[in-house]
């Protein structure tokens, strides 16, 4: 058994572990850069270097064209495919599978959004969930996308919302069945399952076999949850579940925003307080007064436009790597206001501030292990994965944190990522 540490976290390694390989080869290298010589006397242009030429990266927009061409079973040269036959299949699967353009309203030209997906080194997790009704993906292919393309986490089956996706892909529904059970989740009254619930325990298999009745109850469900595929995967389940949910648990998204809103606060505060000490200036304290400090520290050697708004996160030279990631003041205001999904990359980017600048430990071994605690738990309370090394973000930010000054790296290699040269 080989092991490798990052902080606190443990990795086992195995030679007969293929899924491990990735992983593996991302540990070893996060390692190897932080320990060399180059990292202790210039970790700014060390992590810019590993991030721009030595980090293994296949662009979003290479692997999507990869997937249509493979799926589309095309017999020319990959090479020779234009980008115009990609859009024009992405297009048509789209309105053959009656699938929308975006979850949300958005201004842009679907041609251009078309574009965009398959020029982009990464998306959001809304993306792939789109693509997977788009171009009527099945639950695997959805889930290789999440967790080998974007390198996030799975399907959040405790999420309503990722838990109907999930079992509309595996049926192959369209988007019309997820939104009418997403409807049903939203309306439905607590005592509509009175009827159905029973505290049979599942077997693991499909229900037509074991002759379990449908059930909302919590015993049944949470005696399911280690074979819970096999019964959202039923029609019949799907309905009982998602009461269950609604039942026992709280919205997740609701969760989600308040733990937002908790880290939001103590980052504005941090930034407010680094603001006043460089300026002099007594800040209002507004919440959107907060999002202009946390973008104006964060990103303080990033350009800006005649608008004073920040460069176009596409040119940067890591736009595959962390552009997607950056966190804005305009994306802050949104999740402030509920017009956006949290994702964990905000958490992990406002949680990387508060270290940076709040956090005082005499080794940064000991700062970085506390960030991983900490931040690892919050994400475990949002249903999410606790840090993952393989992601390039979240490589990026715990190369930061074992650094003597964190925050000055971060805008350092942000900075550099914009050099004309």
Same mark, same amino acid.
């Given at each position: /058994?080989?092991?490798?540490?990052?902080?606190?976290?443990? $990795?086992?390694?195995?030679?007969?572990?293929?899924?491990?390989?990735?992983?593996?080869?991302?540990?070893?290298?996060?390692?190897?850069?932080?320990?060399?010589?180059?990292?202790?006397?210039?970790?700014?242009?060390?992590?810019?270097?590993?991030?721009?030429?030595?980090?293994?990266?296949?662009?979003?927009? =290479?692997?999507?064209?990869?997937?249509?061409?493979?799926?589309?079973?095309?017999?020319?040269?990959?090479? !020779?495919?234009?980008?115009?036959?990609?859009?024009?299949?992405?297009?048509?699967?789209?309105?053959?599978?009656?699938?929308?353009?975006?979850?949300?309203?958005?201004?842009?030209?679907?041609?251009?959004?078309?574009?965009?997906?398959? #020029?982009?080194?990464?998306?959001?997790? &809304?993306?792939? $969930?789109?693509?997977?009704?788009?171009?009527?993906?099945? @639950?695997?292919?959805?889930?290789?996308?999440?967790?080998?393309?974007?390198? @996030?986490?799975?399907?959040?089956?405790? &999420?309503?919302?990722?838990?109907?996706?999930?079992?509309?892909?595996?049926?192959?529904? *369209?988007?019309?069945?997820?939104? +009418?059970?997403?409807?049903?989740?939203?309306?439905?009254?607590?005592?509509?399952? +009175?009827?159905?619930?029973?505290? =049979?325990?599942?077997?693991?298999?499909?229900?037509?076999?074991?002759?379990?009745?449908?059930?909302?109850?919590?015993?049944?469900?949470?005696?399911?949850?280690?074979?819970?595929?096999?019964?959202?995967?039923? *029609?019949?389940?799907?309905?009982?579940?998602?009461?269950?949910?609604?039942?026992?648990?709280? &919205?997740?998204?609701?969760?989600?925003?308040?733990?937002?809103?908790?880290?939001?606060?103590?980052?504005?505060?941090?930034?407010?307080?680094?603001?006043?000490?460089?300026?002099?200036?007594? !800040?209002?304290?507004?919440?959107?007064?907060?999002?202009? &400090?946390?973008?104006?520290?964060?990103?303080?050697?990033?350009?800006?436009?005649?608008?004073?708004?920040?460069?176009?996160?596409?040119?940067?030279?890591?736009?595959?790597?962390?552009?997607?990631?950056?966190?804005?003041?305009? #994306?802050?205001?949104?999740?402030?206001?509920?017009? +956006? #999904?949290?994702? #964990?990359?905000?958490?992990?980017?406002?949680? $990387?501030?508060?270290?940076?600048?709040?956090?005082?430990?005499?080794?940064?071994?000991?700062?970085?292990?506390? $960030?991983?605690?900490?931040?690892?738990?919050?994400?475990?309370?949002? =249903? /999410?994965?606790?840090?993952? *090394?393989?992601?390039?973000?979240?490589?990026?930010?715990? /190369?930061?944190?074992?650094?003597?000054?964190?925050?000055?790296?971060?805008?350092?290699?942000?900075?550099?990522?914009?050099? @004309?040269?």
């Amino acid at each position: /058994m080989e092991t490798q540490y990052i902080g606190n976290m443990t $990795f086992n390694f195995t030679k007969s572990l293929r899924d491990y390989e990735y992983t593996k080869r991302s540990v070893l290298d996060f390692n190897r850069v932080v320990s060399s010589k180059q990292f202790e006397r210039m970790d700014s242009e060390t992590i810019f270097r590993y991030l721009s030429e030595e980090m293994e990266i296949v662009s979003f927009g =290479d692997y999507l064209k990869r997937y249509i061409y493979e799926r589309a079973s095309i017999t020319e040269p990959f090479q !020779q495919i234009p980008e115009e036959y990609y859009a024009d299949y992405l297009s048509d699967s789209f309105t053959m599978n009656r699938a929308p353009h975006s979850f949300t309203p958005v201004r842009a030209h679907w041609g251009n959004i078309v574009r965009r997906w398959l #020029r982009s080194g990464s998306v959001k997790r &809304d993306t792939v $969930f789109l693509l997977g009704f788009g171009l009527n993906m099945t @639950e695997q292919d959805v889930s290789m996308f999440l967790t080998k393309v974007i390198k @996030e986490q799975d399907f959040r089956l405790s &999420d309503p919302r990722e838990a109907i996706f999930w079992h509309c892909y595996h049926l192959g529904l *369209p988007y019309a069945e997820a939104l +009418a059970l997403m409807h049903y989740y939203e309306t439905a009254e607590l005592t509509d399952g +009175a009827s159905h619930q029973s505290d =049979d325990i599942p077997t693991g298999k499909p229900v037509e076999e074991s002759g379990e009745t449908p059930s909302s109850s919590p015993r049944f469900w949470e005696s399911a949850q280690k074979a819970l595929p096999v019964y959202l995967s039923n *029609p019949k389940m799907i309905k009982p579940y998602l009461l269950w949910l609604k039942t026992g648990q709280k &919205d997740p998204q609701e969760g989600l925003s308040h733990e937002f809103e908790l880290i939001y606060k103590r980052a504005a505060d941090t930034a407010r307080a680094v603001v006043r000490e460089n300026k002099g200036l007594d !800040q209002s304290g507004s919440k959107l007064s907060g999002a202009f &400090d946390i973008e104006s520290i964060l990103y303080s050697g990033t350009g800006r436009t005649d608008g004073k708004n920040l460069v176009s996160a596409s040119k940067s030279l890591l736009s595959k790597q962390i552009g997607i990631k950056r966190l804005s003041r305009q #994306r802050l205001s949104l999740l402030l206001r509920k017009q +956006a #999904r949290v994702e #964990r990359s905000d958490i992990i980017t406002l949680m $990387f501030l508060i270290y940076a600048v709040s956090v005082e430990k005499e080794w940064p071994t000991e700062r970085l292990t506390e $960030f991983i605690d900490e931040t690892g738990a919050i994400l475990e309370r949002c =249903d /999410m994965m606790g840090i993952y *090394p393989v992601n390039p973000y979240e490589c990026f930010v715990l /190369m930061c944190l074992l650094t003597e000054e964190p925050l000055s790296v971060f805008n350092d290699v942000w900075e550099m990522s914009y050099a @004309e040269d």
